[in-house]
């Protein structure tokens, strides 16, 4: 009966870690001063000073970022580069 607990508590833990995939976080960077949008949960340390999320997709990631008040608005070259990469 242990070994039936223990095995359903490792599945249920390996289960937990891959819902983090597919998630994305918002996050302000103090040294480019600007909010930048990932797909792993940060670590608040050093020049990040903020995450907030996570967020099922990358537009509501955006759509929280517009409205966080220390992000400034990304230029139109800066959006392009975004939709590009992680």
Excluded at 18 to 40: E, P, Q
Excluded at 50 to 62: I, N
């Amino acid at each position: 009966m242990k070994r039936l607990i223990f095995a359903g508590s490792l599945l249920l833990a390996s289960g937990t870690v891959s819902f983090a995939d597919g998630l994305f976080w918002v996050v302000g960077n103090r040294a480019t001063g600007k909010c930048n949008i990932v797909t792993s949960n940060p670590v608040i340390i050093g020049d990040i000073w903020f995450g907030d999320g996570p967020y099922k997709s990358r537009a509501d990631a955006k759509l929280a970022r517009s409205t966080i008040r220390a992000c400034p608005v990304p230029t139109p070259d800066e959006e392009k580069a975004e939709d590009g990469t992680n």
